[in-house]
């Protein structure tokens, strides 16, 4: 069975979520200083001729795969200053999810506010409460992932069983509030998306080296979006640094691409450049290669399986659906 770990779903019109809203709320969201600021903001990835772009398909559960899905219109949520704002509407999404993105095979990811860690372990309490939970999004923001701020979020996800997703949300680096990328501001949109992964690389050093398993040694955290062939490089340097300055870290107690290999996921998009072979996998170990999971980006244009095996083979596309299963639950692999 496909096991997809980076489905992406998202509300058709923005009325959808005012059955999860009250009346004063639902009048903040039509107010045309929202709105106008909602169309700036969902046109920052690509610039094109056209100013709006065609609505990607609607997300319909399908029986003949399993899906991880991903709200991302709540991830943009890292770029907004008003933070009551987030947190409604973010609740107004998850609830949303829940009613229409939820089947036997599929579970949608909790967004979470970057702004208020408590109310997101709340949050993430009463969404596993249900069961329809698959895991928990939390926006990038420039606090980094391994701060003692996230330790209610963290938390809430090891009581509930529940991975946390991290997947960029198209404005970091762009927006204020919204994570920096490495260097600077970059002014095109496409040095912005080149450079996503170093949101990743810079998450899995905040969290080796703050600790962030020390205290949360059950905690699973899934990169998805963000690729996977830079791992290598990266788990030599980790470790390389921490062999040579372990002292000023004695929380971290062994090599962290062994953490790498027991608390972390990442997908598979995009696998057009994972083509070299010969130049990424000699670089991971077994037990890493079993934290690489299909992720197709659908519908932005993301991978089909079929190409999965185009780039890698036969084999590669069964481990990674297997491994998709171990993330997101061992019945999955049953069916
Ligand atoms: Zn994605």
């Known amino acids: 069975m496909i096991v997809d770990c980076d489905r992406h779903a998202a509300v058709h019109r923005y009325t959808d979520l005012f059955p999860y809203m009250t009346h004063d709320w639902r009048r903040h969201f039509e107010r045309d200083e929202w709105l106008s600021s909602v169309n700036l903001g969902l046109n920052h990835v ?5 100013f709006r772009h065609d609505e990607p398909e609607p997300y319909v559960p399908s029986g003949d795969e399993f899906a991880l899905v991903l709200p991302h219109q709540g991830l943009a949520v890292n770029g907004w200053a008003d933070r009551v704002a987030a947190r409604t509407f973010l609740a107004a999404l998850n609830s949303y999810g829940e009613d229409h993105w939820a089947s036997g095979t599929s579970r949608p990811v909790v967004v979470v506010s970057p702004h208020d860690a408590q109310w997101s372990a709340t949050e993430i309490r009463r969404s596993a409460a249900n069961g329809k939970a698959g895991g928990v999004a939390l926006p990038l ?25 991290i997947h960029y949300s198209g404005v970091e680096g762009n927006y204020l509030g919204a994570a920096a990328l490495s260097g600077g501001a970059h002014g095109s949109a496409f040095a912005r998306l080149t450079l996503m992964p170093h949101l990743a690389e810079s998450s899995i050093a905040s969290l080796t080296f703050e600790g962030a398993f020390a205290r949360f040694p059950e905690l699973q955290v899934l990169f998805s979006g963000f690729g996977f062939t830079w791992l290598p490089s990266l788990l030599w340097r980790i470790d390389r640094e921490w062999r ?9 107690t062994s090599p962290p691409s062994e953490r790498v290999a027991t608390n972390m996921w990442f997908t598979t998009y995009p696998i057009a450049e994972a083509a070299a072979r010969s130049e990424w996998e000699p670089g991971l170990t077994d ?41 997101v639950g061992a019945e999955v692999g049953a069916r």
Do not use: K
């Open 46 to 50: 690509r610039v094109a001729e056209q």
């Open 141 to 165: 923001v420039p606090e980094t992932l391994g701060s003692r701020t996230w330790d209610p979020i963290y938390a809430a996800c090891t009581e509930a069983g529940l991975p946390l997703v």
């Open 244 to 252: 040579t300055f372990r002292h000023d870290v004695p929380w971290v």
């Open 287 to 327: 037990a890493h290669r079993r934290r690489l999971v299909f992720g197709s980006h659908a519908p932005f244009g993301g991978d089909t399986p079929a190409e999965i095996q185009g780039v890698l083979d036969e084999d590669w596309v069964r481990g990674l659906m297997a491994n998709g299963a171990a993330l």
